[in-house]
């Protein structure tokens, strides 16, 4: 696809978002809070897109994060151990509807020595500033890491994107979902049907895809109806009827300020 060259891409549509609606697992949310929490997390779900013989194809999630100057891409480690090569990825700008090639940011890949935890440095430039207009990055700040009943994942699987010519249409997941107690990494429930926000039952689906996204603590707010979302973990795993797994942010925190 000519296309997925250089310059050439940013010219083409290759990306085309599509709304979503937030399912619930076993929480129970309200669904005008879900639905503004789904808002909310728009601005931080990162869809990552690889190139593959000439063929734009979706790949991972991840979130940036500002720390310092610096503009950092978090996902997961195992994408690049599954054999993908920076030079061959790209963050997909939703709603301009084409693709930022991070070989032309001067990217630089870090790796988590024990967790699922990778961050993309961002190198400085015309492509670092058109990132930054496209996505809201958080700043890297040390967070409650005290246990929260909900968490939160907003991501691009595979299950929700569709080829149609030579355009990608993408539906992300936001998906609602009881803490479950864990020792070694942070855990939610995750069962095969879920709860739309519209109160219709729904196949949960598969996570393929969804491996870099941040899974959010949802905590209320003191004093108020309003609740506040914190990063808790980087999503590297899934089971239905089981569990969404994450690599606890406070690893991801450590591993971006020893690069400092």
């Not at 010219?11 to 697992?25: E, K, M, Q």
């Not at 309200?30 to 897109?49: K, N, Q």
């Not at 400085?124 to 496209?134: H, I, N, Q, T």
């Not at 699987?157 to 030579?166: E, T, V």
Request: hydrophobic share 50%; proline share 5%.
């Amino acid at each position: 696809m000519a296309a997925a060259r250089g310059g050439d891409s940013l010219a083409r549509v290759i990306w085309r978002h599509l709304d979503s609606t937030p399912i619930d697992i076993d929480t129970g949310i309200a669904p005008a809070m879900a639905r503004a929490v789904a808002d909310a997390l728009a601005l931080h779900a990162v869809p990552l897109v690889a190139l593959r013989d000439g063929r734009v194809e979706p790949l991972a999630s991840g979130v940036f994060y500002r720390a310092g100057h610096r503009l950092w891409l978090a996902t997961c480690r195992h994408v690049f151990d599954d054999g993908a090569a920076l030079g061959d990825l790209g963050v997909a700008l939703p709603h301009a509807g084409r693709v930022r090639w991070l070989r032309d940011v001067r990217a630089r890949l870090l790796v988590h020595p024990e967790h699922d935890l990778a961050a993309i440095l961002i190198g400085s430039g015309a492509a670092e500033r058109e990132l930054r207009r496209a996505w809201t990055a958080l700043p890297l700040e040390d967070f409650d890491d005290a246990p929260a009943q909900a968490l939160v994942l907003a991501a691009y699987p595979y299950a929700q994107i569709r080829r149609i010519d030579a355009v990608l249409h993408a539906r992300p997941v936001v998906v609602f979902a009881r803490c479950l107690q864990s020792t070694d990494d942070v855990r939610a429930s995750y069962a095969r049907t879920a709860w739309r926000a519209d109160g219709l039952p729904v196949h949960a689906p598969a996570l393929d895809g969804a491996s870099g996204a941040t899974l959010w603590a949802l905590r209320s707010a003191a004093g108020d109806d309003r609740c506040v979302l914190q990063p808790a973990a980087v999503q590297f795993a899934f089971k239905h009827d089981a569990y969404m797994r994450g690599a606890p942010f406070g690893a991801l925190r450590q591993l971006l300020l020893s690069a400092q």
